[in-house]
């Protein structure tokens, strides 16, 4: 997710009234409720699955 996106959806969650007791931006949900929907398991699977290079950030030198 590009950052500025992020900090958009971000914001736009602690605009609203009442703020929300958590933020989170909706790309996290299925990491979120894992446990409690039993996937999580499948959820750690997601996040260490092996990325496409072209996808990675730059390594800092």
Same mark, same amino acid.
């Given at each position: ?23 989170? /931006? @909706?790309?996290?949900?299925?990491? =979120? ?8 398991? $499948?959820? /750690? @699977?997601?996040?260490?699955?092996? =990325? ?8 800092? $030198?």
């Amino acid at each position: 997710m590009p950052l500025d996106t992020f900090v958009d959806e971000v914001m736009d969650l602690f605009l609203r009234k009442p703020t929300p007791k958590e933020i989170l /931006v @909706e790309r996290v949900g299925f990491l =979120r409720w894992a446990e409690r929907d039993g996937n999580f398991d $499948q959820a /750690v @699977e997601i996040l260490n699955a092996p =990325r496409d290079p072209a996808h990675q950030p730059p390594v800092a $030198q």
